[in-house]
């Protein structure tokens, strides 16, 4: 195990230098590369942040469904043949479930402020607020 400051954590740290000390000096397309360079920061802070636990999640649930077990490339791609080939589909007991986690999964990394999936994360929370 690797002393602090985590990758995750200098990363983020970076990416908020350049953010708050750089970005407000630069004009253009300079800025624009800029603010290109700070979401792919901001991107691999989350991956590092996030992937270990939806990764591990995204495999049991792909065990399980599909009875075997695997890498979860292999695993992934075995589901998508299923799907294709029409063995596998929405009605599939755990498919639809399966693949609505692992979009919300993805859409953390990916895309966090993409309005349906904030709107999504929401609505999830007041559903555990109301139920505890």
Known sequence: MQDEPRPDELIKAVAD????????????????????GINALDLVTRQLALSADSDAE?????????GKDGTLVDLNSDLAERIASGVVDLSTPGVKDHLWRTT???????????????????????????SS
Do not use: C
């Open 17 to 36: 230098f350049l953010r708050d000390q750089i970005a407000p000096q630069i004009s253009g397309h300079a800025a624009f590369k800029l603010r290109v």
């Open 58 to 66: 995204e495999l049991a649930s792909l065990k399980t469904l599909l």
């Open 104 to 130: 919300l999964a993805k859409l953390a990394v990916d895309q966090p402020n993409y309005a349906s999936y904030r709107r999504e994360m929401q609505g999830s929370e007041s559903k555990e607020a109301a």
